[in-house]
Nanobody, 124 residues
Framework: QVQLIESGGGSVHTGDSLRLSCAGSGLTFSSYSTGWFRQAPGKEREFVAAISRSGGSTYYADSVRGRFTISRDNAKNTVSLQMISLKPEDTAVYYC?????????????????WGQGTQVTVSS
Protein backbone atom coordinates (compact mmCIF):
# COMPACT_ATOMS: atom_id res chain seq x y z
CA GLN A 1 0.00 0.00 0.00
CA VAL A 2 1.45 3.30 -1.10
CA GLN A 3 1.44 6.05 1.48
CA LEU A 4 2.65 9.63 1.37
CA ILE A 5 2.64 11.38 4.71
CA GLU A 6 3.26 15.11 4.96
CA SER A 7 4.49 16.90 8.04
CA GLY A 8 5.87 20.26 9.06
CA GLY A 9 2.88 22.51 8.58
CA GLY A 10 1.88 25.10 11.13
CA SER A 11 0.85 28.66 11.86
CA VAL A 12 3.46 31.36 11.29
CA HIS A 13 3.71 35.05 10.56
CA THR A 14 4.63 36.94 7.42
CA GLY A 15 8.30 36.55 6.66
CA ASP A 16 8.73 33.34 8.65
CA SER A 17 9.96 30.02 7.33
CA LEU A 18 8.66 26.47 7.37
CA ARG A 19 9.97 23.18 6.08
CA LEU A 20 7.49 20.60 4.87
CA SER A 21 8.44 16.97 4.54
CA CYS A 22 6.77 14.08 2.75
CA ALA A 23 7.67 10.51 3.61
CA GLY A 24 6.85 7.78 1.11
CA SER A 25 6.29 4.11 1.82
CA GLY A 26 5.10 1.15 -0.22
CA LEU A 27 6.81 2.41 -3.36
CA THR A 28 10.27 2.53 -4.84
CA PHE A 29 10.63 6.22 -4.16
CA SER A 30 13.51 6.75 -6.55
CA SER A 31 11.25 5.65 -9.43
CA TYR A 32 8.77 8.44 -8.79
CA SER A 33 8.87 12.09 -9.61
CA THR A 34 7.18 14.14 -6.90
CA GLY A 35 5.40 17.41 -6.53
CA TRP A 36 3.91 19.77 -4.01
CA PHE A 37 0.52 21.30 -4.56
CA ARG A 38 -1.66 23.50 -2.39
CA GLN A 39 -5.30 24.32 -2.03
CA ALA A 40 -6.73 27.32 -0.26
CA PRO A 41 -10.37 27.48 0.87
CA GLY A 42 -12.66 28.10 -2.08
CA LYS A 43 -9.86 27.76 -4.60
CA GLU A 44 -8.68 25.03 -6.91
CA ARG A 45 -5.63 22.96 -6.20
CA GLU A 46 -2.55 24.66 -7.62
CA PHE A 47 0.94 23.60 -8.47
CA VAL A 48 3.73 24.73 -6.16
CA ALA A 49 6.89 22.81 -7.01
CA ALA A 50 8.02 19.53 -8.52
CA ILE A 51 11.18 17.51 -8.77
CA SER A 52 12.26 14.73 -11.11
CA ARG A 53 12.92 11.31 -9.71
CA SER A 54 16.67 11.82 -9.78
CA GLY A 55 16.39 15.26 -8.25
CA GLY A 56 18.21 16.73 -11.21
CA SER A 57 15.33 18.89 -12.42
CA THR A 58 13.10 21.15 -10.38
CA TYR A 59 10.13 23.30 -11.29
CA TYR A 60 8.38 26.10 -9.44
CA ALA A 61 5.26 28.17 -9.70
CA ASP A 62 6.04 31.80 -10.40
CA SER A 63 4.42 32.77 -7.11
CA VAL A 64 6.95 30.81 -5.06
CA ARG A 65 10.10 30.86 -7.18
CA GLY A 66 12.98 32.27 -5.18
CA ARG A 67 11.22 31.63 -1.87
CA PHE A 68 10.55 27.88 -1.94
CA THR A 69 13.02 25.09 -2.57
CA ILE A 70 12.09 21.50 -3.31
CA SER A 71 14.55 18.70 -2.63
CA ARG A 72 14.52 14.96 -2.16
CA ASP A 73 16.48 12.24 -0.44
CA ASN A 74 15.82 8.95 -2.21
CA ALA A 75 17.79 7.03 0.38
CA LYS A 76 15.31 8.21 3.02
CA ASN A 77 12.24 8.15 0.76
CA THR A 78 11.52 11.78 1.47
CA VAL A 79 10.84 14.96 -0.42
CA SER A 80 10.96 18.35 1.26
CA LEU A 81 9.76 21.86 0.60
CA GLN A 82 11.72 24.61 2.28
CA MET A 83 9.64 27.78 2.42
CA ILE A 84 11.02 31.17 3.37
CA SER A 85 9.61 34.68 3.34
CA LEU A 86 6.12 33.31 3.75
CA LYS A 87 3.17 35.49 2.86
CA PRO A 88 -0.50 35.33 3.86
CA GLU A 89 -1.33 34.23 0.32
CA ASP A 90 0.72 31.08 0.92
CA THR A 91 -1.96 29.94 3.37
CA ALA A 92 -3.34 26.61 2.18
CA VAL A 93 -3.33 22.89 2.69
CA TYR A 94 -0.15 21.55 1.11
CA TYR A 95 -0.16 18.16 -0.56
CA CYS A 96 2.65 15.89 -1.63
CA UNK A 97 2.11 13.82 -4.78
CA UNK A 98 4.04 11.16 -6.68
CA UNK A 99 3.97 9.69 -10.16
CA UNK A 100 5.99 6.81 -11.65
CA UNK A 101 7.91 8.87 -14.18
CA UNK A 102 11.37 10.16 -14.90
CA UNK A 103 10.18 13.71 -15.27
CA UNK A 104 7.98 15.85 -13.07
CA UNK A 105 4.88 17.66 -14.23
CA UNK A 106 2.88 20.68 -13.16
CA UNK A 107 -0.39 18.90 -13.95
CA UNK A 108 -1.94 17.51 -10.79
CA UNK A 109 -4.15 15.16 -12.79
CA UNK A 110 -1.07 13.19 -13.80
CA UNK A 111 -0.04 12.26 -10.27
CA UNK A 112 -1.05 8.82 -9.05
CA UNK A 113 -0.56 9.09 -5.31
CA TRP A 114 -1.36 11.83 -2.83
CA GLY A 115 -0.78 12.53 0.81
CA GLN A 116 -3.46 13.71 3.20
CA GLY A 117 -2.14 17.26 3.31
CA THR A 118 -0.69 19.54 5.93
CA GLN A 119 -2.05 22.97 6.84
CA VAL A 120 0.10 26.06 6.46
CA THR A 121 -1.33 29.29 7.84
CA VAL A 122 0.51 32.58 7.45
CA SER A 123 -0.84 35.59 9.29
CA SER A 124 0.20 39.18 8.84
Amino acid sequence: QVQLIESGGGSVHTGDSLRLSCAGSGLTFSSYSTGWFRQAPGKEREFVAAISRSGGSTYYADSVRGRFTISRDNAKNTVSLQMISLKPEDTAVYYCAARPSVSATLNHYLYNYWGQGTQVTVSS
